[in-house]
């Protein structure tokens, strides 16, 4: 992965035909451009953040979630739950919409989905993994990479793995779907 590739990575799109194009220089001088535009553009979004996280502690779920669900985009709920301990965003994710969830946790880092689903209800993390695997498998194999045995024991019961050795040369998810072959012989 080059270096315009590597900058352009978090936005889960591929690199315009005409941005290629360019010289590796006048690639770099758009990427700048764009991220000076993100950031004036975002300026503020943290703190916004941290304000709901530190407001809806104070608010019952009851209240919230119905909210969140109806008028929040699952981008802002995941910024939202990126500022909560991880035990105030695990109470939220075990009350959430299954479906909602999924796209929230679309945005959320690895690690962090994978300390949430650690500490969720047993039963909410097992048809979180399931409808994950089901809908986005490779979404749920990278948080597969972060997940402690117990959790990882659920993937690997309910994951379908390809058959052939040969599927998986140069496969991004080699080593987790080794692992998961191991746990399931």
Avoid at 13 to 23: F, G, I, K, S, T
Wanted: proline fraction near 6%.
């Amino acid at each position: 992965m080059n270096d315009t590739e590597h900058a352009l990575e978090w936005t889960n799109q591929p690199m315009p035909d005409v941005l290629q194009e360019l010289h590796p220089s006048q690639q770099r001088k758009v990427i700048n451009y764009i991220d000076n535009l993100v950031s004036s553009k975002t300026d503020g979004l943290e703190e916004l953040y941290n304000a709901i996280a530190m407001i809806v502690k104070y608010i019952p779920h009851f209240v919230v979630i119905p909210l969140m669900v109806e008028h929040i985009k699952p981008q802002i709920a995941a910024g939202v739950c990126m500022k909560m301990s991880v035990d105030q965003a695990t109470g939220y994710a075990n009350e959430l919409p299954l479906e909602y969830f999924s796209k929230v946790s679309q945005h959320i880092e690895n690690p962090l989905m994978a300390e949430i689903l650690g500490k969720m209800k047993k039963h909410k993390a097992e048809k979180f993994i399931r409808y994950e695997l089901q809908h986005l498998p490779a979404h749920m194999l990278d948080i597969s990479k972060h997940l402690d045995k117990q959790k990882l024991e659920i993937v690997a019961k309910s994951v379908t793995l390809p058959s052939h050795e040969d599927d998986l040369v140069g496969h991004p998810h080699k080593e987790i779907i080794e692992q998961l072959r191991y746990m399931q012989g």
